[in-house]
């Protein structure tokens, strides 16, 4: 069975930094895309970031482009969001994903976590 | 960006309803188009592929249709499981984007 767990959301200031990290346990991520996924509250889905097998291509919503970084670690199984500048319009459930089927990215969202929140508040 | 529109924001039904939503890309996207379930408090369920393919272990009640620029997501008897906000999402570019969601209610 295929489990996604998300870790390191928190309160946070606004202007401050947070990473987050994804584990993936049960699938070797080295052959699948992945991506960030946010809900804010009382909202719909948004992606956030998606990042190919090997780490070559990395693709970002407008909304979080320049500030935010996705990175993977193949040999750990783990994936990254790196968030800096954070604004109160980030606040939200972050969630990771599996890329499946084919294509750079994956043409779909197959296995999820569930989630982390993350408050961008002063 | 492709701008992904589905209607209606929400509905009321019952159960053995047959249910549809429809879903909207701003310009032609193949059939690179997905469908997902999602329940309060629970992660998001991935339920069609391709448009019209069924995801593993997923119910034959919900099946896909259409390509281009217009598609649907029929439940064929709405089911006390069903009731659930659903997302399309279109795979076809980068940045990724999904519809802003239907809600499935108890009529």
């Known amino acids: 069975e295929v489990q996604v767990v998300e870790s390191g959301g928190g309160l946070v200031q606004p202007g401050r930094s947070l990473r987050l990290s994804c584990e993936v346990s049960?699938?070797?991520?080295?052959?699948?895309?992945m991506h960030w996924i946010r809900q804010a509250s009382g909202k719909g889905l948004e992606w956030v970031s998606g990042i190919s097998w090997g780490g070559s291509s990395i693709a970002y919503a407008d909304s979080v482009k320049g500030r935010f970084t996705m990175s993977r670690d193949n040999a750990k199984n783990f994936v990254y969001l790196q968030m800096n500048s954070l604004t109160t319009d980030d606040t939200a459930l972050y969630y990771c994903?599996?890329?499946?089927?084919?294509?750079?990215?994956?043409?779909?969202?197959?296995?999820w976590g569930p989630g982390t929140l993350v408050t961008v508040s002063s | 960006d492709i701008q992904m529109t589905q209607s209606p924001s929400s509905l009321s039904a019952s159960i053995g309803d047959r249910v549809t939503i429809t879903c909207r890309a701003s310009q032609p996207i193949n059939i690179y188009l997905n469908w997902y379930q999602h329940k309060p408090g629970k992660a998001p369920k991935h339920l069609i592929y391709g448009a019209a393919s069924l995801q593993s272990g997923v119910t034959s009640r919900f099946r896909g249709t259409g390509s281009g620029t217009e598609f649907t997501l029929t439940i064929s008897s709405l089911q006390p499981e069903d009731f659930a906000t659903y997302y399309c999402q279109q795979s076809y570019s980068v940045p990724r984007t999904f519809g802003q969601g239907t809600k499935v209610e108890v009529k």
């Open positions: 994903t599996t890329g499946g089927g084919g294509g750079t990215y994956g043409d779909f969202f197959h296995h």
């Open positions: 049960g699938l070797n991520i080295n052959s699948y895309g």
